[in-house]
Nanobody
Framework: VQLQAFGGGLVQPGGSLRLSCTAS????????IGWFRQAPGKEREGVSC??????????YVVDSVKGRFTISRDNAKNTVYLQMDNVKPEDTAVYYC???????????????WGQGTQVTVSS
């Protein structure tokens, strides 16, 4: 049972990147999945969460990335995505995905974490 985050890299300010979080050993669609990030010298912060259903209205992105980041899921591929557009240098961080214990956002707790993928925004 694991999550694997990938898709990070070096991107210029104003550019785009899509992160993927793929689950193995369990069915991702039954759970809330969150994206977090941790910049050097800073605490980990939540970025976005997708609930098991698009219709329950609990999915969200935080204000600092609203209008630039979009979270989505492809249940057939057992994968959650974080589309990052118009990125800024302050988006530079290691990005992690995590599985919630419950199906809505925010979940009661996150109990499985991916290994993280580095995103660097620089010209």
């Amino acid at each position: 049972v694991q999550l694997q985050a990938f898709g990070g890299g070096l991107v210029q300010p104003g550019g785009s990147l899509r992160l993927s979080c793929t689950a193995s050993g369990f069915t991702l669609r039954h759970y809330a999945i969150g994206w977090f990030r941790q910049a050097p010298g800073k605490e980990r912060e939540g970025v976005s969460c997708t609930s098991y259903s698009d219709s329950d209205g609990t999915s969200y992105v935080v204000d600092s990335v609203k209008g630039r980041f979009t979270i989505s899921r492809d249940n057939a591929k057992n994968t959650v995505y974080l589309q990052m557009d118009n990125v800024k240098p302050e988006d530079t961080a290691v990005y992690y995905c995590a599985k919630g214990r419950s199906y809505d956002c925010p979940p009661t707790a996150y109990d499985l974490w991916g290994q993280g993928t580095q995103v660097t925004v620089s010209s």
